[in-house]
C-alpha cells in the first residue's frame, strides 16, 4: 500500500510561491500516476495537475489544470522519491487543503495523503 506524505508552510503571503513536498513510501514515483488536488474551505475538490511516467521513457511527464497551469509546476525527486509542488503569484483564494494522492491509471485515486493546510494571508 502506498503511502503518502505532504509537508509544507502552513502559511503563505500574497504574491509569493508556494512550495509543498510529498514523500512517498511503499511505492516508486518512477512509475503510475502521481496528483495534487486541493480542496478551498467550504468547496469542492480541485485537480491541480500530475506527474507521470510512460513505459516509454524514464524521463517524467506532467499534466496540469488549464485554469492553474500558468502558475504550476510539479516535478520530482527520484532519488529521494519525493513530489514537490510549486504555485507561484499566490492569492487567498490559494487557500486550501493540499492533498498528494496516487493513481495507477485512468484517474481512479487510490491513495492520498492526510493533506496539508495553505493559508495565504498577509
Known amino acids: 500500500q502506498v503511502q503518502l506524505q505532504e509537508s509544507g508552510p502552513g502559511l503563505v503571503k500574497p504574491s509569493q510561491t508556494l512550495s509543498l513536498t510529498c514523500t512517498v513510501s511503499g511505492g516508486s514515483i518512477t512509475a503510475d500516476y502521481w496528483h495534487w488536488i486541493r480542496q478551498p474551505p467550504g468547496k469542492g475538490m480541485e485537480w491541480i495537475g500530475y506527474?507521470?511516467?510512460?513505459?516509454?521513457?524514464?524521463?517524467?511527464?506532467?499534466y496540469y489544470s488549464p485554469s492553474l497551469k500558468s502558475r504550476t509546476s510539479i516535478s520530482r525527486d527520484t532519488s529521494k522519491n519525493l513530489l514537490t509542488l510549486q504555485l507561484t503569484s499566490v492569492t487567498p483564494e490559494d487557500t486550501a487543503v493540499y492533498y498528494c494522492?496516487?493513481?495507477?491509471?485512468?484517474?481512479?485515486?487510490?491513495?492520498w495523503g492526510q493533506g496539508t493546510q495553505v493559508t495565504v494571508s498577509s
Open positions: 494522492v496516487h493513481s495507477p491509471g485512468s484517474w481512479y485515486f487510490d491513495s
Open positions: 506527474t507521470s511516467t510512460t513505459w516509454l521513457s524514464f524521463v517524467g511527464s506532467t
